[in-house]
C-alpha cells in the first residue's frame, strides 16, 4: 500500500475513533483547548501574564464560602497577584495571603463562634441597647493573629489590601501596612454594634459601609483581571423582626445599588449559593464552603479562558 494511501487512511481512522471518544465521554473541545493553553500559562513567570486581583466582599458568617473558592484557587493554579477585601473579605483575605493550608482554615472555620471574635452575645447586645455602650471586636485581631502569627503586611505571600471606613469623613481607607490582625479588625468592625478602632487620629468601622464589594480599588492598583466573590444577602429573605436586624437590613439596602455597580465592572464574578444564610449564623456558616467550591468550580473555564485571552499568542507560542 503506498506511503500516502496509509496516512490518508490513519488520518481518517483517528478522525472517526475521535468522534466516538467524544460520544461516549461527552469530551468538550472547548475544555480541552483551554486545559492544554493553561499547562503553559502556569509555568509563565508574573511578568509574561496579565495582574490577577481577587475581590472578596464583606457578608458576615457568609463569608466562610471564600474558603471553598480558595481551594478552587489552589488545586487549579489559578495565579493571585493581589487580594482586596472589605469586612469578613479581608478575614479570609488575610489567610489567603498568609498562605495557610486549605485543611486548616476549613477546621478553623467549623469551629468558631462568635465569642472567638468579640463580646458579641445576646447579653451584652441587650446591655448595649441599655447602657449605650457598643461592642468590641478586639478579639478579631487577636484571632487572626494567632492563627497566621504576629505579622504584617509585608510578610504576606500574597499582597493584602483591607478596606476601611473613615466614620467622621466617610472616606474609604486602604490598609496595607503594619500589622495584618489590626487592620482586619478594622475592616470588620460593624458600624452602630462594635466600637470603632482608632488608627492614625481616624476611627475606622466597617469596610462596606463604603464600598462592599471594593472592585475600585483593584482598579487603583492596575489590576488586568479582576476576580470578584460575592457573598451578598439577599434582603428579601431576611426576618426584620427586631432592632438589630433592622440596622442591618438598612446597611444592605444602603450598599445595593453601588455593590451592582462595582459588580459591572468585573471581569468575573463568583456567586456562591448563600443569600438566605444569616450574616451572623457562624453555627451553620462551615456549610457554605461547599457552595464556594461549587460556585468556583462553575466559574473555572471562564477564569482560565479570561486570562488566555489577556496573553498575547506569542508568549503562548514560545
Not at 484557587?73 to 479570609?92: F, H, K, N, R
Not at 486548616?104 to 441587650?126: G, Q, R, V
Not at 464574578?269 to 464556594?292: H, L, M, Q, W
Request: aromatic fraction near 10%.
Amino acid at each position: 500500500m503506498p506511503f500516502i494511501r496509509k496516512i490518508f487512511l490513519i488520518l481518517v481512522l483517528s478522525f472517526f475513533v475521535s468522534i466516538a471518544i467524544a460520544y461516549v465521554y461527552d469530551f468538550d473541545e472547548d475544555v480541552f483547548l483551554i486545559d492544554s493553553l493553561w499547562r503553559k500559562v502556569k509555568t509563565l513567570p508574573k511578568e509574561k501574564r496579565p495582574k490577577v486581583v481577587l475581590v472578596l466582599g464583606g457578608g458576615g458568617a457568609r463569608g466562610i464560602s471564600h474558603i471553598g473558592v480558595f481551594r478552587v484557587l489552589y488545586e487549579e493554579q489559578i495565579p493571585i497577584d493581589l487580594v482586596v477585601g472589605t469586612s469578613v473579605g479581608s478575614i479570609a483575605g488575610a489567610f489567603y495571603c498568609a498562605g495557610l493550608p486549605i485543611e486548616n482554615f476549613e477546621n478553623i472555620a467549623k469551629n468558631i463562634h462568635w465569642k472567638d471574635i468579640s463580646n458579641f452575645s445576646y447579653p451584652s447586645l441587650i446591655s448595649m441597647f441599655l447602657n449605650e455602650n457598643l461592642l468590641s471586636n478586639e478579639k478579631l485581631g487577636k484571632f487572626v493573629s494567632k492563627n497566621i502569627g504576629e505579622i504584617n503586611f509585608a510578610q504576606l505571600k500574597v499582597p493584602l489590601i483591607c478596606v476601611a471606613t473613615d466614620l467622621n469623613t466617610g472616606e474609604r481607607i486602604l490598609l496595607r501596612e503594619g500589622s495584618v490582625g489590626f487592620a482586619v479588625r478594622a475592616s470588620a468592625a460593624i458600624p452602630g454594634i462594635f466600637k470603632p478602632v482608632e488608627y492614625r487620629q481616624r476611627y475606622l468601622v466597617d469596610g462596606g459601609l463604603v464600598e462592599n464589594i471594593p472592585v475600585n480599588v483593584a482598579k487603583i492598583f492596575n489590576a488586568d483581571i479582576i476576580i470578584v466573590v460575592s457573598v451578598a444577602a439577599d434582603i428579601t429573605k431576611n426576618n426584620i423582626d427586631n432592632v438589630f436586624a433592622t440596622l442591618m437590613q438598612a446597611i444592605y439596602i444602603q450598599g445595593k445599588t453601588l455593590d451592582q455597580e462595582n459588580l459591572d465592572m468585573s471581569d468575573i464574578v463568583i456567586y456562591p449559593d448563600v443569600g438566605e444564610i444569616s450574616a451572623f449564623d457562624f453555627r451553620n456558616a462551615y456549610k457554605t464552603i461547599d457552595k464556594g467550591f461549587i460556585a468556583a468550580k462553575r466559574s473555572l473555564k471562564n477564569i482560565k479562558m479570561t486570562i488566555i485571552n489577556k496573553i498575547t499568542e506569542n508568549v503562548l507560542l514560545e
